[in-house]
Structure formats: structure tokens, C-alpha cells
């Protein structure tokens, strides 16, 4: 039961028999996932990876949030201003709360509370020196490592990974979340463990949900693979409010984005709609309704609901508003949540959204 909560809707896990070992022998396990404060909260964030963090919850997992207000500031989020920074992790503490992960459930730490102990900065230095350059560099896929190979490049950027691995050996954990984007960083962790003395941490990797644009352009700039490069380069991003639904948009904004978003007919691979219906509303609510004019349909499966889109018997508006509207359910207890805290939610609006 335990190991199923974990393992579902996760696009890798490293590796199943350390987890399902760690299982059975630690009954409360220690596990985390780093979030940058930059933005306003949209689904790919807040039902993917809020669900999985629920998973573990559920699974009994001593979980942190970890709320990397000094990564965001290194990496020129929300212009490097702290005071937006933490203004930012503070609404992400709620989005969480509104999605249904109880605060006294989950721990939330700052990292600038690791960084005010010199014994982290030790374990920083450590990674760096049993890490090579090239190495570094390959871990800064969210960056685009096309700017990391040449140029004007801030040196601070290079301590990023470093601190990220730091994170973990200095927590203890014994698992670390996040999308498939921050894989690079994850095996660094791994492959330097052994030789600081430090157990190597479980990772479980969940999906990148795509922009509502579609699949963006392959160019090698985030990953050699190049189907994770096209991955990371379509991933829904908050910086492009047009192109993604956040947790709290209201009904005719979500239904407003669908009608605009890019649908092929008759095709599922690459198709952002189809990937909704995939990733977060059969893992949400294990259906959907079509409605089409001879009638309403009710897909039990996404293997169903695939089926017949690719013989052309949903057409691509039906669909659009069929998730829309299974968006708008799922999305409820948020807004709701919000009508408490519209001044919370006004002030992170005002605020620019960064990649």
C-alpha cells in the first residue's frame, strides 16, 4: 500500500528496490521537495506535484517543503528581491493548505535556515570539490545549459547545484521529489554520496506538465535526451499566464485558456489537452463526461477516453470543455480558500512572474 502511494503517477523512480527496502525498514522515512519562490502557483505545480507530496504524506513520510528563497535569489528570481521572495513562499504555504495538504502534516523550511549554519557551507565546499565543472554544469538544465557553456554567466549559478545537493545530505533525507527536470541534480547527489560519507537519496520523478501553447522546440538547450529536452522545453510555465491555468483562476479563465489552447485532432502525443486529461484528472477524479451532441459520454479510463479521440469521435471543443470542467471541480476548494485572503493572493499577483 505504502510502496503503490509512492509509485503511482511518477514518471521514474531511482530505484524501487531501495524504496521498497526502505519501506520496510524505516516507518517514517524522511523525504522533501525545493521550490523556488517565483510566481503565482499553476496546476502542473500544484496538482501534480501537490498530489505527490500528498501520496507520501499519506504514505507516512516525515515530509518538508522546502521553500528555497537564497536558489530563487541566486537564480534572478523575481529580480533577486527577498522581500517579494519570501512574500511569495508564504502563498505557497496556502496554495498547499488550499490543495489539501494540512500544514501540521508537512514540515516548512527556508533554506535560508540551512544557510545560517556553517556546518552547510562545509557540506557545500565538499560537493564542489568532488564535483567536476562540465559535471556542474550539466546539473543546470532549468537554466537552459546552452547559457552555462560559454558567455557572461553569473559564477553564482554554479554554486546552485551544489546547494541542492547540499539540501539534501544536510537534511538527512532519504528521499528526494521533484519533476524530471531536476534529475541531473538528483544523481549528482547520488554519485558524490558515497564519497562524503552520506546515503545516497531515493529519487522519484514525477511528469512536466505541458503548456497549453503545445510542445515547444527541440534544441538540445535543457538535456542531451532528447525527449526530456523536449519535456522541460514545453512544461507549463507560470511566467506565461496566457499559456498555463493557475490554482486559483476562476471559472471563465480556465474555460477562457482551454478554448485557446492547442488541440490536434485525432493526435494525443503532444497534445496538451489530452496530457490534462492524463495527469491530473483521471489521477483526480477517475473519469470525465464529454458532452457531444448525440449525447453525454462518460470515459471510465484514459485508455478509453484516448481510444476515441484518435478515431476522431471526440472532437477537439468537446474535449476542451469537458476539462475545463473537470478543472473547474477539482479547482473549487481553492477558490474557496482564496475568498479568505484576496489581499494575499492581490499582492502576489502584482508581483512579476519570472521563469
Known sequence: MRL?????NTEEVISQEELKKLLEEKPRPKAYWGFECSGLMHIGMGLITGSKIKDLVDAGFDYVIFLADWHSWINNKLG????????VGEYFKHCFTALGIPPDKVRYIWSSELTSDSRYWEIVIKVAKNSTLNRIRRSLPIMGRGLTEGGDIEAAWLIYPCMQVADIFYMDLDVACGGIDQRKAHMLARD???KLGFKKPICVHTPLLMGLEGPGEVKGEFDEDQKTDLNIASKMSKSLPERCIFIHDEPEEIKLKLRKAYCPPRESTGNPVMELARLVVYPKLGKLMVKRPSG???FVSYGELEAAYLKGEVHPLDLKEAIAEALIEILKPVREY?????KLLEKVKAIEATR
Do not use: P, T, W
Open 80 to 87: 533577486g528581491d527577498m522581500e517579494k521572495i519570501r512574500l
Open 338 to 342: 482564496f475568498k479568505g485572503r484576496s
Open 192 to 194: 558524490v554520496a558515497d
Open 4 to 8: 503503490n502511494l509512492v509509485l503511482r
Open 296 to 298: 453525454e459520454v462518460e
